[in-house]
């Protein structure tokens, strides 16, 4: 399976990745596809997206589309964070193989999670 090069730089240099400490909100989704897990932390100012990381266990396609979700949404506000689409994700990247579609599906459903947590915070 080929992937585009900023998919190949972001799953071997993956962008906020790892535990935080202290996070607002946490949420975590797993693909019904494939079994993979996404876990991601926030960090709030207000309505801003301060800080965001993530834990993955997951192939290639997963590590790489949440990295790049990271970096979209860090510093964004929340409206601004439900805009983005899975298909903007793969867009972003270069563009994925089909079979791999339900990893940046899986991305946003996990960003999802963490703006209803944080939107029922309130």
Same mark, same amino acid.
């Given at each position: ?32 596809? !494939?079994? +993979?897990?996404?876990?991601? @932390? ?8 301060? +800080? ?6 997951? !192939? ?5 589309? *949440?990295?790049?979700? *990271? *970096?979209?949404?860090?510093?964004? *506000? ?22 791999? @579609?339900? !990893? !940046? ?18």
């Amino acid at each position: 399976m080929e992937f585009p090069k900023l998919v190949l730089e972001h799953f071997r240099n993956p962008q906020n990745m790892g535990k935080m400490k202290n996070p607002d909100i946490t949420a975590s989704e797993q693909s019904e596809i !494939c079994g +993979d897990v996404i876990t991601l @932390y926030l960090k709030m100012k207000g309505n801003v997206i301060k +800080d965001i990381k993530f834990e993955s266990l997951g !192939c290639a396609a997963n590590i790489a589309s *949440t990295s790049l979700m *990271t *970096t979209l949404v860090k510093g964004k *506000t929340i409206e601004e964070a439900e805009k983005i689409t899975w298909k903007d994700l793969v867009k972003a990247l270069g563009g994925l193989p089909e079979t791999k @579609y339900h !990893c !940046c599906q899986l991305v946003i459903k996990t960003l999802r999670s963490a703006i209803k947590k944080w939107k029922q915070k309130k």
